[in-house]
């Protein structure tokens, strides 16, 4: 049984905007952070966003000022709005949970394929 998914990957226009929903069961206790990362083709898997238990998000460079990441971390949802979207954002976006048992390596979903098209 998965226990991150994420949802709302989809076809968008560059320029467009695109928002990303991640759930984690009630298995995963203590949560830490919520995050997204992700991953194109032939490329290493980047950080996206991150937000601590308490905290503010954190963004990666290539995405800061364009998306925004909200978390309730109780209720054990991320949400990740996308806006100017480009082809360069063409990637599977990962949701990421840590918890006080599993800090390191957290806890990934199977990803939702977001596909920009000029």
């Known amino acids: 049984q998965a226990l991150v998914v994420e949802s709302g990957g989809g076809l968008v226009q560059a320029g467009g905007s695109l928002g990303l929903s991640c759930l984690a069961t009630?298995?995963?206790?203590?949560?830490?952070?919520m995050g997204w990362y992700r991953q194109a083709p032939g490329k290493e898997r980047e950080l996206v966003a991150t937000?601590?238990?308490?905290?503010?998000?954190n963004f990666g460079a290539s995405v800061q000022g364009r998306f925004t990441m909200s978390a309730d971390h109780a209720k054990k949802t991320a949400y990740l709005q996308m806006h100017g979207l480009t082809p360069d954002d063409t990637a599977v976006y990962y949701c990421?949970?840590?918890?006080?048992?599993?800090?390191?390596?957290?806890?990934w979903g199977q990803g939702t394929q977001v596909t920009v098209s000029s």
């Open positions: 990421n949970v840590r918890t006080l048992y599993n800090w390191r390596a957290g806890y």
């Open positions: 009630d298995a995963l206790r203590n949560i830490q952070e």
């Open positions: 937000m601590p238990r308490g905290g503010s998000a």
